[in-house]
């Protein structure tokens, strides 16, 4: 995408995706550099500054963009971009749909989960988010997927509504094998960057906030997905 065209296409933050990609790749930003802000971007590409915040969002997630508050957002090192699509197009559709129906079981868990949280229930996020943190820096796999599983699961119990619990517990027994090609690729850069926020929206009970949190993790993974297809 040449860098002085406005955006023309439907799905705006996947071709809001396609230019900071363009720009690492051709070293327009190298590593280490500060990338242009949001608003910059948006006047640039003509749209709005919250379809700029989405990309930024992925890219940080899946490691390849860094923000400093107060500083703005720079190229990490190692964050070229393979050309080549991260799964196949069966497993992306499948992903998708995955994805579509645990938006709809754990935004609102999350939501209910903000107003029955426990101090233990917050230690107990706290350590899984440490855990989980240890065994990606470990790349141990296995038990990184088992920490990131278990703290959607424990967020599900504690909106004490079984009926969420058990409808997680579902998916992720009857979809293991997909989710776990989803680790082997990306590991779990989306937990540790979402995962906390979420957390943090629980322990303050504030309800509407663990909603939206939890909404954007799941949904901004399912742009990524579409944007590496």
């Not at 996020?125 to 470990?138: G, R």
Request: a negative charge; charged letters at 25%.
């Amino acid at each position: 995408m040449a860098s002085d065209h406005k955006i023309q296409k439907t799905n705006v933050t996947q071709q809001v995706a396609e230019y900071i990609r363009d720009n690492i790749e051709s070293n327009r930003w190298p590593e280490g550099s500060r990338i242009e802000s949001e608003t910059q971007m948006a006047e640039k590409l003509g749209v709005s500054r919250a379809s700029i915040r989405v990309a930024i969002r992925q890219f940080i997630a899946y490691g390849r963009l860094e923000s400093i508050q107060g500083k703005g957002t720079f190229v990490r090192p190692g964050a070229s971009m393979e050309s080549h699509s991260l799964f196949s197009s069966a497993d992306s559709a499948d992903i998708e749909k995955v994805m579509q129906f645990r938006t709809t079981i754990e935004r609102d868990a999350a939501f209910y989960a903000a107003q029955h949280a426990t101090p233990e229930d917050i230690a107990f996020l706290e350590e899984n988010i440490k855990n989980m943190t240890a065994a990606d820096q470990a790349k141990d796999l296995k038990l990184s997927w088992k920490y990131d599983m278990e703290f959607h699961m424990k967020i599900a119990e504690m909106s004490q509504n079984k009926f969420y619990q058990d409808s997680l517990d579902m998916v992720f027994r009857s979809t293991y094998d997909l989710h776990f090609k989803i680790i082997e690729q990306l590991g779990v850069r989306f937990a540790n960057y979402f995962h906390p926020a979420i957390l943090d929206a629980v322990a303050k009970h504030h309800s509407e906030k663990a909603r939206t949190c939890m909404t954007r993790h799941l949904e901004d993974f399912i742009e990524m997905i579409r944007v590496n297809q």
